[in-house]
């Protein structure tokens, strides 16, 4: 099955400046890699989530990588706020035939100090 | 709010008692999955209905674990003889068939096994 490491497991960033989170996945037919924000004591949020067809995706602040060749993806947030402080998590599925299981990351703990 | 409910959002029960989940996804979603959370890591898959069958169960699910999708609404999550580390956030989410489309997350039940 799948493997999706997630890294750092927590990061602590001033406001204003830039975070990354980097995933790596193992499993060559995935697909679909969602990124997801989850604050304390709530449900995990979609955030951003890119294709396998395409190399970046941007939101606003938040942006998304991705190398198919070395199996990884990197979720990027710019110009930090406090608000932005909760828990991310990486995933990766394949959407294609009747799995589509989506294999998550262990979560990066993000704090941005005021 | 015509999000994924989960009900109950809390539960405490002892060592060797039953318990039941529910999970009401939303309306147009097809796809129904259960996961489960512990503490500082990420989703872990348990099982996965495409309308009412079930169509793939983690290997890692006991056979104390159970789900079913009667009508291919909503969804029971049974755990039968509960054991101190079944205590974990269980997350139930739900999503479109078609497309690359993300996963939406419950608030989760919050299980404590005594």
């Known amino acids: 099955g799948e493997n999706v490491e997630q890294h750092p497991s927590t990061l602590s960033v001033q406001e204003g400046d830039s975070a990354v989170i980097k995933c790596t996945y193992s499993d060559s037919a995935s697909n679909y890699f969602p990124w997801y924000k989850q604050e304390l004591g709530k449900r995990p949020q979609l955030i951003i989530d890119i294709r396998s067809n395409v190399g970046e995706k941007k939101d606003q602040r938040i942006a998304v990588t991705l190398n198919k060749t070395a199996k990884h993806f990197s979720l990027h947030i710019t110009e930090t706020q406090p608000e932005d402080s909760a828990v991310y998590f990486c995933?990766?599925?394949?959407?294609?035939?009747?799995?589509?299981?989506?294999?998550f990351g262990t979560g990066t703990s993000l704090t941005v100090i005021p | 709010d015509t999000g994924v409910s989960q009900n109950p959002r809390h539960k405490i029960t002892k060592r060797g008692q039953n318990v039941t989940f529910r999970c009401d996804p939303i309306s147009e979603h097809n796809r129904l999955y259960w996961y489960r959370q512990t503490l500082g890591q990420g989703p872990e898959f348990l099982t996965y209905?495409?309308?009412?069958?079930?169509?793939?169960k983690s290997r890692l699910l006991s056979d104390r674990f159970s789900a079913e999708r009667p009508k291919g609404s909503f969804s029971t999550l049974e755990i039968q003889r509960t054991e101190q580390g079944d205590s974990a956030m269980y997350l139930c989410a739900s999503s479109f068939t078609l497309g690359n489309s993300p996963l939406h997350f419950g608030n989760g039940t919050r299980l404590t096994v005594t």
């Open positions: 995933a990766a599925a394949n959407m294609k035939g009747t799995g589509n299981q989506f294999y």
């Open positions: 209905f495409q309308n009412e069958a079930q169509l793939e």
